[in-house]
């Protein structure tokens, strides 16, 4: 059963524009969650984080948001680059659990 | 500081072979983890570490094996491999537990191909 749940495999977007990247969970006991980036032939490196008692963190160009009741997170990069295109995993994590589940994973191709 | 490294990046292994997969981190994290990924798939969870001496089954620990002797270094044992285990293996570490600390920090990743 998959409890972090990333529903869209691939999203392209034009360069300047907004990207969109979505994740569901199921597990309720979760409150803590992560973007990970990964370029190819490298490991995941971190993004961004938000715990359960914030509804929204930005960092620069990444905003992630969290609607708890709809158990849904979101990424939004804005201006997206070129340096942009990578895949995009969302994690999540019960507090004080030492364990991260991952979603599947989104590639975002960012068009020049 | 060279954060987490992994070795080999790459290997073919024969049907019913052994082989150990290294990871060491320089960053004195007590957190450590194996993960694999499969095409398609997200980051499965195989063994983690809370110390040295101190080891955990995560998600899909089957035909694996690991020891933590030492805070750097957790190896990660294959023992009898089956083409079911060709994936990409990552190793990460980190300071705390996840919903305390930022992040957990990733290696680059060992290829493995079972043939």
């Known amino acids: 059963d998959q409890q972090v749940k990333q529903n869209s495999p691939s999203l392209s977007v034009q360069e300047g524009r907004i990207s969109i990247l979505n994740c569901d969970y199921t597990?309720?006991?979760?409150?803590?969650f992560l973007w990970y980036k990964k370029y190819p032939a490298e490991g995941p490196t971190f993004l961004i984080s938000?715990?359960?008692?914030?509804d929204k963190n930005e960092d620069g160009r990444f905003t992630v948001f969290l609607n708890k009741s709809a158990k849904h997170l979101s990424l939004h990069i804005v201006p997206s680059q070129p340096g942009d295109s990578a895949v995009y995993f969302c994690?999540?994590?019960?507090?004080?659990?030492?364990?991260?589940?991952f979603g599947t994973g989104t590639r975002l191709t960012i068009i020049p | 500081n060279a954060g987490v490294t992994q070795t080999p990046k790459f290997r073919i292994l024969k049907i019913g072979q052994s082989m150990t997969l290294q990871c060491t981190q320089d960053?004195?994290?007590?957190?450590m983890y194996w993960y694999r990924q499969d095409p398609g798939m997200g980051l499965k969870l195989i063994y983690y570490?809370?110390?040295?001496?101190?080891?955990d089954k995560g998600e899909v620990p089957n035909g694996y094996n690991v020891s933590r002797s030492t805070t750097e270094d957790f190896p990660l044992r294959l023992e009898l491999a089956a083409p079911s285990q060709t994936s990409v293996y990552f190793c990460?570490?980190?300071?705390?537990?996840?919903?305390?600390?930022?992040?957990?920090?990733f290696g680059p990743g060992t290829r493995l191909l079972v043939l």
């Open positions: 597990n309720s006991m979760f409150d803590y």
């Open positions: 960053m004195n994290h007590n957190y």
């Open positions: 990460a570490s980190s300071r705390d537990v996840p919903a305390r600390t930022e992040t957990q920090y």
């Open positions: 994690a999540a994590a019960n507090f004080g659990n030492e364990k991260l589940t």
């Open positions: 938000i715990s359960s008692i914030k």
């Open positions: 570490s809370v110390g040295a001496g101190i080891t």
